[in-house]
């Protein structure tokens, strides 16, 4: 397994959002983007590996959904989140590895 470092930070469009753990199971989410002022992904930090994979690719889908407005149901965001997580993982042996992004509220 290829384990790949999750980047502080990354680019939409002409947009960063930062990523970050949370809490988030009070909201009964296992991830969240905002897109305007705080511009952040977090990602539930009580999930296990794949699915805190699958949660991020899922945001990060979202995100590519509305900075170019693409109209894509959450039903597809949530199918293309997790074809996306099996061929990273279970094709490309590639596992994201958490240890650099923050913990926020």
């Given at each position: 397994m290829?384990?790949l470092?999750?980047?502080r ?12 753990r949370a809490d ?6 296992n991830?969240s983007i ?9 990602i ?7 699915q805190r ?19 894509i ?17 279970d094709?490309f042996?590639i596992?994201l ?5 923050p913990?926020?509220?």
């Amino acid at each position: 397994m290829i384990s790949l470092k999750v980047p502080r930070q990354i680019p939409l469009g002409s947009r960063k959002f930062k990523i970050g753990r949370a809490d988030l199971r009070d909201d009964g989410l296992n991830g969240s983007i905002s897109y305007h002022q705080r511009m952040m992904i977090k990602i539930d930090k009580s999930v296990n590996q794949t699915q805190r994979q699958i949660s991020l690719w899922h945001e990060i889908l979202h995100g590519i959904n509305y900075v170019w407005k693409m109209d894509i149901s959450e039903a597809d965001i949530g199918r293309l989140a997790e074809g996306l997580n099996q061929v990273m993982q279970d094709g490309f042996r590639i596992e994201l590895d958490w240890s650099d992004i923050p913990k926020v509220k």
